[in-house]
């Protein structure tokens, strides 16, 4: 029998508010880094703006294109323009893609989630069956196997694995598709090909994100095995699995699901690899091309936009550890 | 028994872990000296040749050797990897250990800003840097140095702020030691230990970053590849179906970084014994 238990709601929602006041500022002084960095460096937004026809372009366009720009006003004047811009919804022009970058990021943004939101739920899925298998029984040849494994994939860079497993899945066993979104020559996007395009690319992310959730559970278990509400319902005659997925796992758990919201930073980062190696059309491929073409107003968004994701992901963290603990609150 | 085991096992898998890291290095640091690779030297006719007992990895896209390639984009990464890794050791450790000592409203600011520089993505941060300065080998090792100072700062905080409520501070204190004498002379030599571990623990997360940015595109110069470019400049020949390109470089990255991280492992349980690592394969 377990006692109701009600969600502090108002509590919950006061915290959030109060981190969406403090992200207002932190994100106001992201932008401004950006801008300080993008002035400190040699990168000339004229020059950027004429492409490659900026080669042959004369001193008096570029001087042209640079007043037009505003590109010899200080960054501070710049920033500030581009923010209020910004705040009406209007982030610029991206060169490299050719088309407004708020455009361009709305068109993206939902493959980037798809890709990670099911490579994600992959990885606490399957890291919580293998921890919890390993934890069992910990120094057994299950844990030290799965163990290594986990250490061996943390060391693997994700581009490598996903071009590995490009070579043994879509060429050698001709099972999946490669990359993209669809197969070359259609134009219609269909959810079967999505799904089989999704493949690849999830799974790869996932398996970067494994390791990490494999040894916390693995930690979490098996220390959960060790204590005394454990020790209690081995006392009291109940089966191992009950003991080991309704004690252990229960308590093993919490801590891991609460870190869940601060993998945010990770999962960007094995995103702007995977997605880059299997051509897929999300945000994440799209600020490496920004980044090789130096297209700044779509890198400067897309820095912005991903600042956002880890400071929501803090709190959701954040709100699933009071929730978990009543003790901790919700006064952070 | 299963802990005795395990116990002996890790013993073993230390003792594995240093030999290879040394056997690495050396051959990182020397082979260059024997073995001259001429970047350009191309052998079409030897081209993309699998494994074998000549080539031990196969050969590149234009005929060069992979085990003597490895060995030159090894002793890149390594390189970018020290130096960078160094750097950041330095940038948190003086950061850190301000913060910690000086306390109060410097404090909280050095703090605001170490969460601040968190709440970006650190590969994403890193690419924007070295988009904006690149190209060569000094953005790279800054666009590290400047995502991975972070941890360091808040380890040595933590650090100086245990120490100084020690008493031998204290006595320091009353005994008339300067602010600054106090800082150098008792807490950062306490701190040294935590940083160095530190260091060495960040060297693999620096080669990791190195070969990450390389392999977007973003690196090292071609004429100077690291193992990330490798991997990047082999897509071609692995979407042919060659394999060994892409395979061995990889290999090379995840070796040392396993080898550090279980000495490391070992190490930091030398420093506290009662918390028992878990980093051990």
């Known amino acids: 029998m377990t006692a109701r238990t009600t969600v502090p709601w108002g509590p919950m929602a006061r915290m959030a508010g109060r981190r969406l006041l403090a992200a207002v500022p932190v994100l106001a002084v992201v932008t401004f880094g950006v801008f300080a960095v993008a002035a400190a460096s040699p990168f000339d937004p004229a020059k950027a703006y004429a492409g490659s026809s900026g080669l042959g372009a004369g001193q008096e366009v570029l001087a042209q294109l640079r007043e037009n720009l505003g590109a010899d006003r200080p960054f501070t004047a710049r920033w500030w323009d581009w923010l209020t811009a910004a705040l009406h919804g209007d982030l610029g022009r991206s060169a490299s893609l050719r088309q407004p970058v708020a455009q361009a990021i709305a068109e993206r943004i939902g493959w980037s989630a798809l890709l990670c939101g099911v490579a994600f739920a992959l990885a606490v899925i399957l890291g919580t069956a293998l921890g919890v298998l390993a934890g069992r029984r910990r120094g057994g040849r299950f844990d030290r196997a799965v163990t290594s494994l986990s250490y061996v994939l943390e060391a693997a860079p994700p581009f490598w694995l996903g071009l590995l497993a490009i070579w043994f899945f879509a060429l050698r066993l001709g099972a999946l598709p490669a990359g993209g979104l669809t197969d070359t020559g259609s134009d219609t996007i269909t959810a079967g090909q999505v799904a089989s395009h999704l493949v690849l690319p999830a799974a790869v992310l996932a398996v970067t994100q494994l390791p990490w959730f494999v040894l916390y559970v693995r930690q979490g278990v098996g220390d959960a ?5 454990v020790r209690g319902a081995r006392a009291r005659g109940l089966r191992e699995r009950t003991v080991l997925l309704g004690h252990a796992l229960r308590s093993g758990l919490l801590p891991v699901l609460t870190l869940v919201g601060s993998r945010v930073p990770e999962l960007i980062t094995g995103a702007l690899l995977v997605e880059t190696v299997f051509s897929w059309p999300g945000i994440a491929s799209a600020t490496v ?8 107003p779509l890198l400067a968004a897309l820095t912005v936009l991903a600042t956002a994701a880890v400071l929501a992901g803090n709190l959701l963290s954040d709100l699933l ?12 | 028994m299963a802990e005795t085991v395990w116990r002996t096992g890790r013993a073993t898998g230390v003792r594995v872990s240093a030999a290879l890291l040394a056997a690495v290095v050396a051959a990182a640091l020397l082979v260059p000296l024997a073995v001259p690779l001429d970047e350009q030297a191309v052998d079409l006719g030897a081209k993309l040749l699998p494994p074998s007992w000549s080539h031990p990895f196969g050969t590149d896209e234009v005929g060069r050797d992979l085990l003597l390639r490895c060995v030159y984009g090894l002793r890149v990464s390594l390189l970018v990897g020290v130096v960078a890794a ?8 003086a950061v850190g250990a301000l913060a910690g000592a000086l306390g109060g409203w410097a404090d909280r600011v ?15 941060l890193g690419v924007f840097v070295v988009a904006m300065f690149r190209p060569g080998v000094w953005p790279v090792i800054a666009s590290v140095a400047l995502t991975h100072w972070l ?17 031998y501070i204290d006595a320091a204190v009353s005994g008339g030691a300067s602010r600054r004498r106090v800082l150098v002379r008792h807490l950062l030599p306490g701190v040294l230990p935590q940083a160095g571990l530190a260091a060495v623990l960040m060297v693999p997360h620096a080669i990791w970053h190195e070969s990450a940015l390389s392999f977007l595109g973003l690196g090292l110069p071609a004429h100077r590849a690291s193992l990330g470019a490798m991997v990047q400049s082999a897509r071609g020949s692995l979407l042919a179906g060659d394999w060994w390109p892409t395979l061995f470089p990889g290999l090379f990255i995840i070796v040392p970084t396993l080898a550090i991280a279980v000495l490391a492992g070992a190490w930091r349980e030398r420093l506290n014994p009662r918390r028992r690592s878990e980093l051990t394969l």
Do not use: N, Q
């Open chain 1, 289 to 296: 091309e920004a980044a090789t073409s130096v297209d700044f």
């Open chain 1, 225 to 229: 095995l060790t204590e005394d509400p």
């Open chain 2, 110 to 124: 050095v703090m605001r800003i170490v969460d601040l520089f968190s709440s970006v993505p650190h590969l994403l």
């Open chain 2, 151 to 167: 941890s360091t700062a808040r380890i040595v905080r933590a650090e100086v702020l245990s120490l100084r409520s020690r008493p």
């Open chain 1, 321 to 332: 550890y009071g929730l978990a603990d009543p003790r901790v609150g919700f006064d952070g």
């Open chain 2, 86 to 93: 160094l750097a950041a050791t330095v940038i948190g450790t």
